[in-house]
């Protein structure tokens, strides 16, 4: 009992603390929710309602007080039918909060995106050639493409090497959940036990990866096969979900950490 007791005594000292933290939580998420909708007109006319009745009290204005006071009602049903949407969009977003949702989602959601063009291209057999960017400055690379700065997107990928561009060729640049630039050349490389079946998109995604540390996802115009290029490796032929896991544990690493070799077979390994 005497531990609890202590137990006790502790949470009275920190529940002050406590309560403040967690409602600032909240109020910070509920400007947050409010901040990306039309929503921020509603505090905008709350403030200035209260900020009229503030007045009143303090210079005691009568008249606007027994005002304010019989218009109050109909004020609230007038707020409530003016941001009628700005209301419903709110809670909407509230439903939909991350904080509602159960189970695990993946950190790296542009992953995805890229993975539904890499998959859809593959069964079109056409070809496209994407490089994950992640500590290597590679400006000199990118300015040989078009520099585009888009929010990454399937159908965006999909309108770049689904048809015959000018982009097409090239490779695309990706960070985070960004498409930095299209049509890049990329430097080849020399290595000469890389199969002579293999294209330009496998030999530019080998050669990347042999002069930094980007991860490079090349689909075969050819056979519509998924391959990665990474740490001067081209791992060929793998299947979508084995390009995920590599594609989510490597761009999660730091450069001290090891790189998880084991998710991919060796035999698929060339180089």
Known sequence: ???????????EYIRPVLDIAILAIIIYKAYDFISKTNGIQMIKAVVIIAIAYGIAVFLRLSTILWLLKLIAPGLVVAFALVFQPEIRKL????????????????????????LIAADMLSKQRRGMLAVFMRHTKMDNIIQTGTILNADLSSSLLMTIFGKDTSLHDGACFIQGGKLIAAGCFLPTSD?????????????AALGLSEVSDAVVLVVSEESGALSLAYDSKLNYDLSLTEVRKVLENLLEITPEEKVLEDTVDEQKVIG
């Not at 009992?1 to 949470?11: E, Q, S, T």
């Not at 290595?191 to 030999?203: P, Q």
Request: aromatic share 18%; proline share 0%; net charge positive.
């Open 1 to 11: 009992m005497v531990g609890f007791d202590k137990i006790l005594n502790i949470y």
């Open 91 to 114: 809670f909407i977003r509230i439903g939909q909060n991350s904080w509602f949702a159960f189970g695990n989602r993946s950190k790296h959601t542009y992953v995805d995106a890229v």
């Open 191 to 203: 290595n000469y036990s890389i199969k002579k079946t293999f294209g330009t998109r496998h030999r």
